[in-house]
């Protein structure tokens, strides 16, 4: 059972930079697609973004995109998000999620997701 823990949230002032980390246990870290998804109060679970197993494809959301910055250390069993020029509507607790794909490909959407981290929370201030 793969197990995801994720680390890095809290509060920082609009404009600046936080780096999240989810560290994965308890499989093949290099055969797990990994991705990143966040909820806001009140709204559905939206995708962040995602990569693949060697971390050659790394889609991201309209909202992120040219922001955020996913990437993966494969010996480390770590995938990373860092996120840069923050606004208040990126206040989200933010969920690391897994799942094996023997054929690779990198998934954008959290039903296609089978591992979840249990979220750390991102504040932006104004």
């Known amino acids: 059972q793969v197990q995801l823990v994720e680390s890095g949230g809290g509060l920082v002032q609009a404009g600046g930079s936080l780096r999240l980390s989810c560290a994965a246990s308890g499989g093949i870290f290099s055969n797990l697609i990994m991705g990143w998804f966040r909820q806001a109060p009140g709204k559905e679970r939206e995708f962040v973004a995602a990569i693949s197993r060697n971390g050659d494809t790394t889609p991201y959301a309209d909202s992120t995109k040219g922001r955020f910055t996913i990437s993966r250390d494969n010996a480390k069993n770590t ?13 989200a607790v933010y969920y690391c999620a897994a799942v094996y794909s023997p054929l690779g490909g990198v998934f954008t959407t959290s039903r296609r997701y089978d591992h979840w981290g249990q979220g750390t929370q991102v504040t932006v201030s104004s």
């Open 79 to 91: 995938v990373y998000l860092q996120m840069s020029a923050l606004k208040v509507e990126d206040t």
